[in-house]
């Protein structure tokens, strides 16, 4: 593995894995807060990845198999209301819902097993982002939110 050094304001690090011959780049900001040079890193090729804590293992790769990728499916709204959710069809616990304002996007994404939430915070005009991970959807909106325009 060879590490890159350069000069990407915020970033705590950037990295290359070897995977299936190619290299890509992992920037991984400072808690969770990607700036345009993150993105542009991204742009180049790399996945942005939101920061582990020390004692959080790497998840390893899938398997590689012919799989289909699926999509989240509409959840069925109540009578005469429109469908605010997604959810993942084949586990209705995992669910995912986006609200926005004028200036910020809240991504709202449900635990594999529904217990529990991921926010991600997207500044509309630079896309910068931060993202919380916790027990309520409310929690980790505020988090995420106010970390996202903590100078």
Known sequence: MDVVKGDLAGLRAAKCR?????????????????????GKLAAAGGPLEAPRSQNEPVPSPPPRRRSRWTSFVADEPAPGKVARGLHEASNPRHRLRVEHDDRTLLIHLAHEDGDGWTTIAVDRATRRLATASGTTQADTARRAHEDLYRA
């Open 18 to 38: 070897q995977d299936v011959g190619a290299t890509r780049n992992t920037a991984r900001g400072v808690s969770g807060r990607l700036d345009p040079e993150a």
